[in-house]
């Protein structure tokens, strides 16, 4: 078991690649909190598990602070957050208006900061030496993806980077988890043309899985990855190199 012990945070776990990463940490033996706007889809995530389950939407910076602190004050520890939520967009450039610009911009990398700076305070308060990992996309290299989209996650790697040096010191690893084209309800939202043609461009053949996505999370949450900090780990089938 890699994760014996240990308190794991998961945004975005009522679903998709969420909803993987949860359970196989709880099958490593963390205990889970799973994070959703949808509170019954984060409960089946930890059914039958010791996890718990928790709505809270991670743009809003209040909203985390009071899961963060329920945390603290029942688990006593946060080890591991995965800032997995993440939402999309199908708007042409020119037609992003002001308030789907800061929608996206406010789930994608807002509430992976919100999330983020309560995890390192948590884990700076208790002397934890502990791990965030962000999640970017192959978009930011390829740029095939809604604009607002793209930018958000190219923010995530400059704030994965940044946190990790600044928090090395402390034992804190901090990396960016870069999927390509993974088998969820989001790229299920993706218009059957544009799926098709973003598969074919995968060299490996297929989309990934959502465990394919876990498994990769379990190894920089673990100790397997203890000298690893600051990097893009892609787990693509190759559609993009970086
Ligand atoms: N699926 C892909 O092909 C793909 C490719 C590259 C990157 N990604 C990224 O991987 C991550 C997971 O993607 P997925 O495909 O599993 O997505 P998904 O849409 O299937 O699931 C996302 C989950 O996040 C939750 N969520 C959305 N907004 C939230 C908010 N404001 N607060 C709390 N929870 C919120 C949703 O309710 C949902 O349960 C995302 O960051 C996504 O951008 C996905």
Redesign the pocket.
Known sequence: MKLNGKVAVV??????????IAQLFAQEGATVVA????LE??QQTVAGTNGLARK?????SAEVKAVFDEIDATLGRVDVLV??????GLDKFADISDSAWARVI???LN?AFYCAREAVRSMKKHGVRGVVIN?????VASGDGPVH?CAA?AGLMGLTRGMARELAPEGIRVNT??????????????PPAWAES?IKGVPLGR??E?ED?ARTALFLASDDACYITGQNIAC?GGCVFF
């Open positions: 945004t975005g776990a009522g679903q998709g690649m969420g909803r993987a994070v959703d706007l949808k889809n984060a809270a939407n991670v743009a809003d800032n997995n939520a993440g939402i999309g406010g789930v994608n509430g999640f970017a996309s192959s978009a989209y996650k988890i870069v999927p390509g084209p993974t088998n969820t309800p989001m790229m299920a939202g993706v973003i989309m990934g959502p996505i693509n």
